[in-house]
């Protein structure tokens, strides 16, 4: 019995015998190639989300600022029922208009509705403008002394203000409140800020509303307007724009009232800008130019978005260091609903 066992033991033995060093190695290597496969495409994948969801951040963030930007931008040079209806008894030699700016500036908070700080060469944001919008409070109660407010108006933040100018005191009809839209620093990145003032405080506080916004520009579209010069006399009342023109160029030399007559006649605004998302977010790493006022091309110098400025800005041209990540460009027009004169 044990001599017939035999055989039997030795079969075993040849069954669950183990794999050579080489049936080892060559399997090992084919796994490895596996693995590396599977996390390669799962890399892929989590780059290709990551774009995506960045350029989808990016275009929400756009539509956002637009419509802000526009939303106040419709409520410049609005005047209470009240002044909209009456005549002064003796205008004010020179009020500040409701719509202005600065170009390639910053926001000084000192006193933002007339003066700007220039930007640092280097600094995320430079060559960006300042673009101020001002408009009055509505009356809930029209053609009284009440001081209620409807709250329609809204400043760039959201708030709405509680009372209206008293119709009744001096200097009423040229009380207004001001939204101030630049760009600045937030958190290490350049964003898109709302300057305004809070009631509160009694001082000028900057907010920002939109991050990632590194171009903000400018234009003025205008009627009768030539750079630095003042208005024909007896010029028509403003009615399309015939030119875009920069902040700067609005201002005439030595002639205050002449600049400030240039600035009501503003009829639409001409917005561009770039927006940038977190870094790690493009597909590749290469130079890339942008033109937040559009890519046409001007009719004198043919260069690529010059058509609406005249003459050079640097800002209409935006080439940023190679950063790895995802930029947008974006541009929009506002036509103003509300006259801007006096």
Request: net charge neutral; with cysteine; hydrophobic share 40%.
């Amino acid at each position: 019995m044990i001599a017939s066992s035999l055989p039997a033991f030795s079969s075993s033995r040849r069954a669950v015998r183990g794999l050579t060093l080489v049936e080892l190695l060559v399997g090992m290597a084919v796994g490895l190639v596996v693995v590396l496969a599977a996390v390669s495409a799962l890399s892929v994948a989590q780059r290709g989300f990551t774009t995506v969801d960045a350029a989808s951040q990016l275009r929400d963030n756009g539509r956002f600022a637009a419509d802000m930007i526009q939303r106040i931008g419709v409520q410049a040079g609005y005047k209470d029922v009240f002044f909209a209806a009456t005549r002064p008894k003796s205008a004010a030699s020179n009020p500040a208009p409701s719509v202005m700016g600065f170009n390639n500036a910053k926001v000084d908070l000192s006193d933002p509705l007339a003066a700007s700080s220039e930007w640092p060469s280097r600094e995320a944001g430079a060559g960006s403008d300042v673009l101020i919008l001002r408009y009055q409070v509505a009356q809930t109660f029209a053609l009284t002394a009440d001081t209620g407010a409807d709250k329609s108006m809204i400043d760039c933040a959201g708030n709405a203000p509680s009372t209206a100018p008293n119709i009744n005191e001096a200097g009423a009809r040229y009380t207004r409140m001001a939204s101030i839209f630049s760009v600045g620093q937030s958190q290490g990145e350049p964003s898109l800020l709302c300057t305004y003032y809070d009631t509160a405080t009694s001082a000028w506080n900057s907010t920002p509303i939109v991050q990632g916004v590194e171009n903000f520009q400018v234009l003025y579209g205008v009627d009768g307007v030539a750079a630095g010069q003042a208005p024909a006399k007896n010029a028509a009342v403003p009615d399309v724009p015939n030119a875009y023109l920069r902040a700067d160029q609005m201002h005439v030399d030595g002639d205050a009232a002449a600049t400030l007559a240039n600035w009501r006649r503003v009829r639409s605004l001409r917005i561009g800008m770039v927006l940038r998302s977190a870094k790690g977010a493009a597909q590749d790493v290469e130079t890339q130019t942008f033109h937040p006022l559009g890519v046409a091309k001007g009719s004198d110098k043919g260069q690529r978005g010059s058509a609406f400025a005249v003459g050079d800005d640097a800002g209409t041209t935006f080439q940023p260091t190679p950063d790895g990540r995802l930029r947008q460009a974006m541009t929009f027009t506002i036509h103003l609903r509300n006259d801007q004169g006096l």
